[in-house]
């Protein structure tokens, strides 16, 4: 396992200087940070670490740096430090999933011992999911891409079998499906893990700034460039970077970049110098490129330089018997989230979840999953106060109201062919039978333009 350390974002520089001085007489390895533009890079699942950051700060500031991480990962430790008129504003934090806050002035002593707790709890943390991986069960890249279908399965072994290379690699996928994810993966079973994960997104870089962007410049290279400015590929050195939407590339800066992947060296602008370039690229597309290539936007050269490993991630369509798991578990982290109660979700609505069409994927439908938990209309005439939970408190309720809801999600899935459902299911047909008969489970619950169709493959 890495070392431990602290990423320090305040704006202050006197402050932060300070406190890096005094946690280093502590033991403690320390990064500091002016602003948290450049932290979200160093982070992911496999970070060994703390983060301490102000709440005010320009730009981002310390809660919005909170909800990001818990995006990556909600069990790293974020400590807030904050001034004396932002205690409530931090009581709110922890209750949305900061660690812990110390309020300003604060004794290096005191900082110290918040940090090694916190340092502490994400060494477990760490170690439990390896141990849970080394003993077959549900590891990190099962809880972030999550599916029993095969389609899912081979997904996961490909990302770990490529994750471990160096290998230049090109995600594919409808919008959705979760490409960033699969990218992050990549980049935390690598051994880049601790170094930064650069996300670009090639689709919104200004077209007149694209360059300046991406290599960087001298000062002077162009009208208004007062200084010199490192590009996104150097801030990448070391670490992944990922270039989403690479068919967005305007033309002529295809070649360019083709020659950063062959030669691994960039110039900036308005300089003659040769930067060496120590990274791994990562590219991902919605859209056919090869067909791109074949109408004259994307150069051949450089698809055949990206694709020296391909994976393509499945849409929801193509795994349709995953999504009841997929939005319990989705409701579930929302939950989390936004510091809301767990409460079970009906048959109704997982049947409901099953049997429509997601073409946003993923992304669309956690959306409807953070609808559901706010209490906000989540899809055709329903509202997350109407979502027929479960009145019974007792297990047993709770559990019966669980697994009827993921029959019948499978049932829909399956578009009444039972088979696949008991198979999936890892059940027999007669006991799918006896639950269907128990729970009242029939064609109904399909709607008039479906049928239920006998045991038989379809």
Known sequence: MSEQRVLLVDDEEELRLSTVQALELFGVTVQAFSSADHVLELIGYSFNGVVVTDIRMPGIDGMTLLHRIREIDSEIPVILVTGHGDVQLAVKAMREGAYDFIEKPFTPQHLAGVIRRAMDRRGLVLENRRLRAV????????????????????????????????????????????KEVVARALHDISPRANRPFIAINCAALPENLIE???FGHEAGAFPGAIRARYGKFEHGRGGTILLDEVGSLPFDLQAKFLRVLQERVITRLGSNEIVPLDVRFIATSKVDLQAEVAAGRFRADLLYRLNVATIHVPSLEQRRTDIPLLFLQLVREAAARYGKEDNEVSADVISNIAQRDWPGNVRELRNAADRLVLGLDWGPGETGAAVGREDSGRLADKVAAFERGIIAGAISAHRGALRPVYETLGISRKTLYEKMQK????????????????????
Do not use: N
Request: charged letters at 35%; aromatic letters at 4%; hydrophobic letters at 35%.
């Open 135 to 178: 003993a077959g069960k549900r590891d990190d890249l099962e809880a972030r891409l999550p599916g029993r279908t095969q389609t899912m399965v081979e997904l996961r072994y490909r990302i770990r079998a490529i994750g471990a290379t160096e290998a230049d690699t090109l995600i594919i996928g409808d919008t959705g499906v979760g």
């Open 212 to 214: 300046s962007e991406l």
């Open 439 to 458: 729970y009242g489970l029939d064609k109904k619950m399909l709607g008039p333009d479906h049928v239920l169709y006998e045991d038989r493959d379809i």
